[in-house]
Every structure is written in structure tokens, then in C-alpha cells.
């Protein structure tokens, strides 16, 4: 969020809408790459189960939507290096 849009909620409401719609769509879990200080808040914490290669597990970050956190690790989609 760039600077002068922050303090507005706006974040918050883009992070709870994702969950939501992750819920939605079923999905058991998301994951994400982020601030610590800054996620927690939305019930996302570190998970020694779960890593992504080159990532310090503190800013990899798990949320739980239905069961246990799966172990093993994340891969980015092909897309996303197109």
C-alpha cells in the first residue's frame, strides 16, 4: 500500500475479502509472503511444515481455512516467471 493510502482499511479489506473468497472457492489453506508484525493480525503465522525455497520461514506465512496445515513445500506456478 503506497503511503498516503495507508491507515484507511483499505489492505484490511483486501485481506479479509482474499480469505473470503479462498473459503469460497474451498480451499484449504493460503499462504503468503509478507511482513510478520502485519499478517498475524488476520490469523497468519509461520509454519515449519510448509517452505518456500530461498525464503526465511518468519515471512512465510500460513493460514489455515479448513483441517491442519499440510507439510512440504511451495512451488510458484510457471506463470508467474512469464
Do not use: C, N
Not at 480469505?19 to 472457492?25: D, G, S, T
Not at 503465522?45 to 518456500?52: D, G, R, V
Not at 520461514?57 to 506456478?77: C, N, Q, R, T, W
Amino acid at each position: 500500500m503506497i503511503p498516503s493510502q495507508q491507515g484507511k482499511g483499505i489492505g484490511h479489506a483486501l485481506i479479509q475479502q482474499g480469505i473470503l473468497q479462498a473459503q469460497e472457492l474451498g480451499f484449504k489453506g493460503v499462504v503468503l509472503l509478507g511482513e510478520p508484525e502485519y499478517y498475524t493480525r488476520f490469523g497468519f503465522t509461520p509454519s515449519p511444515k510448509l517452505t518456500l525455497d530461498g525464503v526465511p520461514p518468519e515471512f512465510f506465512l500460513v493460514k489455515a481455512l479448513e483441517g491442519e496445515i499440510p507439510s512440504g513445500e511451495v512451488s510458484y506456478h510457471p506463470a508467474f516467471f512469464e
